[in-house]
């Protein structure tokens, strides 16, 4: 099969897209990381200021910037969106235990997969695109942020913003392990549970005393209860803490948990039966609060989802890759875009697997051929939707 202009192009600059890869997944961007995660957003913004792309940001206190880049074609037929995120949920400090190593096939390193691979591919596919069918293309858009591995909390009012008037949008989280892309995810709240008791010697006055610790263990007990397997919902007690020390009772406690849903009604419900539990004493005397909402909201297979699944799997095929789509269980920013009614497709960036782990991996074989295969689908898309 004769290489496309596209492919050519993406071919003749896959070395200096690696070489950018490479660069931020050597910079750490924790979520919690602001400093780290803006000096991923300025060497991004380098390249596309070199590659001619407009760019901005959009500053805030308590995450990194949001990165904004456009670059418009002669066309007057709408505009695509591309959405990544820059932050990681690699702690500050893991490069020294797990530093970015090559293979032949693989290519190892925190945030490598989820999800830098998708930034740089989508920046080299919009850049191929521009420079191989200028006058086919309006505007291709591209949103980086901050904050998406801590439920997107500034990020969800941003993304709709940019979204809702877009012919499709493209998330580049990581293709499955398996190759296959997504068209339907789950969504994610995260929760925290504060409660206080009273102090006392836990020896001679045990009495006196009101533990904040046994009330939070009765709670957890019965929100635990609240999981289900027929809708797939899942509740998970994620960092707990309580007490003083050995000897005194103690005085308070706190757990957070996340919980993950395939649709906001289900959310709903097993809300209120967690605020009930929570607002009913076990053990008198003790008060608890409970705090936070849906971070990310699921992404559901619309008719909107499908025409561009459609687009993007044909693509595929068209191009000799075979691609194939499913649910997967994580959360994405896709959800938000989803929400706004548009055209969206999730889990079109490279192949990679094992998250969030110190053995994250980029299959590095599928970097430039999903880097051709989006850059066509979103040229189908500027033509057909």
Known sequence: MLKS????????????????????????S???????????NKRLREWLDKLGFTTKIIENDQYGNHLIANIDGTAKNGKVLLMGHMDTAHPTGTLERFPLTKTEKTWHGPGLS????????????????YETHKNEISKIEILLTPDEEEGSP????????????????????????????????????????????????????????????????RKMIEIKQLESKEKDLTINFGVIKGGQSNNIVSPFSSATLH???????????????IKNIVDTPYIEGTRAKLSGKIGILPMSETENVKKLLKIYLQTAEELGVHIESKPTKGASDAGFAAEEGVPVICGVGPVGGKWHTLDEYMEINTFSERTNVLAHSILKAFKEL
Do not use: C, Q
């Open 5 to 28: 202009y596209i492919e050519v192009y993406i071919d003749a600059h896959k070395k200096e897209a690696l070489s950018v890869l490479e660069d931020i997944v050597n910079i750490e």
């Open 30 to 40: 924790y979520t919690k990381d602001s400093e780290g995660v803006n000096k991923v």
């Open 114 to 129: 989820d999800m830098k691979s998708g930034n740089v591919s989508m920046i080299l596919a919009a850049k191929a695109l």
């Open 154 to 217: 500034i990020s969800r009012n941003i993304i709709p913003e940019y979204a809702r008037d877009s012919k499709a949008v493209f998330n580049l989280e990581a293709g499955r392990p398996d190759g296959t892309v997504v068209n339907k995810r789950k969504g994610s709240a995260h929760l925290s549970l504060e409660i206080l008791g009273k102090a006392s010697h836990s020896g001679a006055f045990y009495e006196d005393g009101i533990s904040a610790n046994d009330e939070l263990a």
């Open 259 to 273: 919980l993950a849903f395939w649709e906001t009604e289900d959310f709903d419900e097993v809300f209120e039966d």
